[in-house]
């Protein structure tokens, strides 16, 4: 495996998961499903961008070059911008955001500075005060258990507005993660079939191949680097 990563939580509101990684050499790797959308700073061949990725709904191929470092900030679900959908993001439609000669970037207008690994809730928060990113209510309300609140306000026009994708979708991905951490965990095969909830070994080995880019067996072998991956809740 090439690419070394680290991660932490967060207690905003607003990010999932906080990132960082380097190459040990340059590859390719399975860029795996992934329902978040998330902002990403990249220092490669002595050039520093910062890119606002979509969520993936398939497993797709992607290089790495040698000595790169990356850093970055998902998003929980719910949260966006309102100027960029995140439908306008989905599936690699990435957007590089203009560099201020290595000291920031251009984000609506404005130049910003670059975020770090420890400064990602600040500049979060620098978002949220500007009005350039925000969350739909009625999906937060919905995964904090108000199921009401959800129906109330046509649950899926709001999910589908919020996250790029339907909550069908979004589940599968869930499911298909999970696996992946139980298979590099330890389980066997048979029981994170069972602990993750598919139908039977040929249903996840297929969601697998889409989802994720490998067999179950290819992931207990650890056959191919799969990009950034942590534990989610059942």
Same mark, same amino acid.
């Given at each position: $495996?090439?690419?070394?990563?680290?991660?932490?939580?967060?207690?905003?509101?607003? %990010?999932?998961?906080?990132?960082?990684?380097?190459?040990?050499?340059?590859?390719?790797?399975?860029?795996?499903?992934?329902?978040?959308?998330?902002?990403?700073?990249?220092?490669?061949?002595?050039?520093?961008?910062?890119? %606002?990725?979509? !969520?993936?709904?398939?497993?797709?191929?992607?290089?790495? !070059?040698?000595?790169?470092?990356?850093?970055?900030?998902?998003?929980?679900?719910?949260?966006?911008? !309102?100027?960029?959908?995140?439908?306008?993001? %989905?599936?690699?439609?990435?957007?590089?955001?203009?560099? $201020?000669?290595?000291?920031?970037?251009?984000?609506?207008?404005?130049?910003?500075?670059?975020?770090? #690994?420890?400064?990602?809730?600040? #500049?979060?928060?620098?978002?949220?005060?500007?009005?350039?990113?925000?969350?739909?209510?009625?999906?937060?309300?919905? #995964?904090?258990?108000?199921?009401?609140?959800?129906?109330? *306000?046509?649950?899926?026009?709001?999910?589908?507005?919020?996250?790029? $994708?339907?909550?069908?979708?979004?589940?599968?991905?869930?499911?298909?993660?999970?696996?992946?951490?139980?298979?590099?965990?330890?389980?066997?095969?048979?029981?994170?079939?069972?602990?993750?909830?598919?139908?039977?070994?040929?249903?996840?080995? *297929?969601?697998?191949?889409?989802?994720?880019?490998?067999?179950?067996?290819?992931?207990?072998?650890?056959?191919?680097?799969?990009?950034?991956?942590?534990?989610?809740?059942?």
């Amino acid at each position: $495996m090439f690419l070394v990563f680290d991660d932490r939580t967060s207690d905003s509101p607003f %990010i999932e998961r906080v990132w960082r990684c380097h190459s040990e050499r340059a590859g390719q790797f399975h860029s795996i499903a992934s329902p978040h959308w998330e902002m990403a700073v990249s220092r490669v061949r002595g050039r520093t961008f910062l890119t %606002i990725r979509g !969520p993936e709904t398939k497993a797709t191929l992607a290089d790495c !070059p040698a000595d790169g470092e990356w850093f970055g900030i998902r998003f929980k679900l719910g949260t966006f911008m !309102p100027s960029l959908p995140v439908s306008a993001l %989905i599936d690699r439609n990435d957007k590089d955001m203009p560099d $201020m000669a290595g000291r920031g970037f251009w984000l609506d207008g404005a130049e910003w500075e670059y975020p770090g #690994f420890e400064t990602a809730e600040d #500049f979060v928060s620098r978002l949220v005060k500007g009005g350039l990113i925000t969350r739909n209510q009625a999906i937060t309300e919905g #995964f904090a258990g108000d199921e009401q609140a959800l129906s109330l *306000r046509s649950a899926q026009r709001h999910f589908r507005h919020a996250t790029g $994708m339907t909550h069908s979708t979004f589940r599968q991905i869930e499911r298909a993660r999970r696996a992946v951490q139980l298979l590099k965990d330890g389980h066997s095969i048979l029981d994170t079939v069972h602990e993750a909830g598919f139908f039977d070994q040929p249903h996840m080995t *297929r969601a697998l191949k889409r989802l994720v880019g490998q067999t179950p067996a290819g992931v207990l072998r650890q056959d191919e680097q799969l990009s950034f991956l942590y534990k989610t809740d059942p």
